[in-house]
């Protein structure tokens, strides 16, 4: 199975409720690491706070309607949940692959408080059995066991909305997507306008479902519930179908629904890999007995804990993200710094530095030095050897700064401070950090401290200022304010063009003030470059200088790049001009026009560009 696919096919299955014991075997998953939440267990408050919630928990004891379960109500339901992932490939070389978990025992499902509108109730497994399988091969659920071993908590409308969970957090992400799962396929929304059929939008582990609800008309046995899927957004997920029912039959004297089953299949097309994945799950719930404790003997309930949302969109992507750290982490089995940069020596020396091979080791290296710590500490001895080749410095420069990770960083700051090292290759280790989106303070730090150190060579204190505006942009630790501050140092030190080179990355509304008095600068290269560092600000007063440099700079030069950047801006007001101005354009202008237009999305851009030719 392919990486992409496994990833996806994992995906589905958390977000289906597929438990970690089996995939873990299955696609060599270890379990992940607990999930740390400010949560507090409902087992570990107080007695002073279990007394002071007794008030309350007792301030409304039921209401009428479907779930009017008064506090201290205990209800056993028989409960089975059964899932399974399946994906089939078309090449009959490639044999499809099956994994499935059933789960069943009886859910207790206990009132513990009440307050207005809503509830607060305990969820708890008792006699659980859990049985997996990946083919025909059964596998252990000693992980999944243990994941709903745990109480659980759902805080909820009178009407069944579920407006919160409490998972212990020493229960996986995949468990946590499981108990999520099973929580959405027990939820029954009722209409409180006593309506026959409506409509609600609800959140689950994989994404948000448009359902339709139909009331049948009451009869001994109870009021009967219908509901169905009707459209589905699913969450990073190209679905191609989703079909899910549910019935629920509520009986009065339980305050709770006697039957209740949900259905849910989802397909996924990968055209691409020539892929086909379904992915389905049942649950079904029968009340088998109820009965009722006093309020006092009932763990706390506090209404002013944390409760997590029910889609679980972090836990469904902090598991992904454990599940390919895991696949990665055996990839790289046997592999270290020193191996992967002595086959990447070899690589860059036989091949050249753009041979796909070389590619392939400087992934293994952004790998390496993201799943192990020590690994940055091993690229930094490495770096300081005397003799490596300047294509081979610039692939673990590059690497180091793909990983983004602080050590990471850590390896490409270092090395930019470093004044014996050639310009040139301070320079790569600067373009290294281009790729961190999330720079940290020390990599802030040493980046404004090479911009701003008149000591510094041009080259690199220029590139430290690109990077800055580059940061600014990603609002990454600086704004375009600060690198606006560098306008005094820039002109001392011959580095105007640098400065607005920087802005240009920056963008935002400062820059607008920063370069207004260079538009109408004697030399037409700086203003030709002010009007660069206009590129990303999306201010009206930006576009209307770039409309009147090109409409009015007596220098080509100026007019060209004012062209470029407003066929880049792609705004009606920009386009208009161009083609106003395409009759009578030269060679140099309509390439400057193309070269802005490039990627344009609107028909109207890209109608001019097919006007401009190849």
């Known amino acids: 199975m392919t990486t992409t696919s496994q990833r996806l096919l994992f995906a589905l299955a958390v977000s289906l409720g597929l438990g970690a014991a089996f995939l873990a075997t299955e696609l060599g998953i270890d379990r992940s690491e607990p999930v740390r939440r400010s949560v507090s267990s409902p087992l570990s408050t107080s007695l002073a706070s279990r007394r002071a919630t007794t008030a309350v928990r007792n301030a409304v004891k039921t209401w009428p309607g479907p779930y009017s379960a008064p506090i201290g109500r205990r209800l056993s339901l028989r409960t089975r949940v059964a899932t399974s992932c399946v994906l089939a490939k078309q090449s009959a070389a490639e044999p499809g692959q099956m994994l499935g978990m059933e789960a069943q025992g009886t859910l207790i499902v206990t009132v513990l408080a009440r307050r207005a509108t809503e509830l607060i109730c305990a969820w708890e497994w008792r006699d659980l059995a859990v049985n997996a399988v990946a083919g025909t091969e059964a596998l252990p659920g000693d992980a999944m066991r243990a994941d709903l071993g745990h109480r659980v908590l759902v805080h909820a409308e009178c009407t069944g909305e579920v407006l919160g969970v409490s998972i212990p957090s020493m229960v996986s992400t995949t468990g946590r997507n499981y108990w999520r799962a099973l929580i959405a396929a027990s939820r029954f929304i009722i209409a409180d306008d006593g309506a026959m059929r409506w409509q609600r939008e609800e959140p689950d582990p994989t994404g948000m479902a448009s359902v339709t609800y139909v009331r049948e008309p009451a009869t001994e046995a109870g009021t009967e519930i219908r509901r169905e899927c009707t459209s589905y957004r699913a969450v990073g997920q190209p679905l191609a179908s989703v079909l899910a029912r549910g019935i629920a039959t509520f009986a009065d004297d339980a305050g709770w629904y006697r039957h209740a089953q949900h259905d849910a299949k989802v397909v996924v097309e990968i055209a691409d890999m020539k892929t086909r994945i379904e992915a389905t799950q049942t649950v079904g719930f029968e009340l088998v007995h109820v009965d009722d404790v006093a309020p006092e003997s009932l763990p706390p309930a506090d209404w002013d804990q944390a409760f997590a949302d029910l889609g679980g969109a972090d836990d469904t992507a902090r598991a992904g993200a454990d599940t390919s750290r895991r696949q990665v982490a055996r990839q790289l089995a046997g592999a270290n710094v020193a191996s992967v940069i002595a086959d990447l020596r070899n690589a860059v020396r036989a091949l050249g530095a753009d041979a796909e091979e070389a590619i392939g080791l400087r ?182 200088a770039l409309l009147a440099s090109l409409d009015y700079d007596a220098d080509p030069r100026v007019r060209r790049t004012a062209a470029e950047h407003l066929a880049e801006r792609g705004s009606d007001a920009a386009l208009t001009a161009l083609e106003r101005l395409l009759p009578a354009a030269d060679k140099g202008m309509r390439e400057a026009m193309r070269r802005g237009l490039q990627g344009a999305e609107s028909a109207r851009a890209r109608t001019l560009l097919s006007k401009l030719g190849a």
Request: glycine share 6%; aromatic share 4%; net charge negative.
């Open 363 to 544: 992934r293994q290296l952004i790998d390496l030095l993201r799943l192990q710590p020590e690994a940055a500490l091993e690229l930094t001895a490495a770096l300081a050897q005397p003799d490596l080749e300047p294509a081979l410095v610039g692939y673990l420069l590059s690497a180091a700064g793909a990983a983004g990770t602080p050590a990471a960083q850590q390896v490409c700051a270092d090395f930019a401070s470093q004044p014996v090292r050639p310009d040139a290759s301070r320079m790569a280790a600067l373009h290294a950090l281009f790729q961190t989106d999330a720079p940290t303070p020390r990599t802030l730090d040493a980046v404004l401290t090479l911009a701003s150190d008149a000591g510094e060579p041009l080259p690199v204190a220029g590139t430290a200022m690109l990077l800055l505006g580059a940061y600014a942009n990603r609002n990454a630790g600086v704004q375009s304010a600060d690198v606006v501050e560098f306008e005094q140092l820039a002109r001392e030190r011959g580095m105007l063009h640098d400065w607005f080179a920087a802005l240009g990355n920056a963008g935002g509304e400062a820059v607008v003030d920063a370069v207004w008095h260079h538009l109408t600068a004697q030399a037409p290269d700086v203003r030709a470059s002010a009007l660069g560092a206009l590129r990303r600000v999306q201010h009206v007063r930006a576009e209307q």
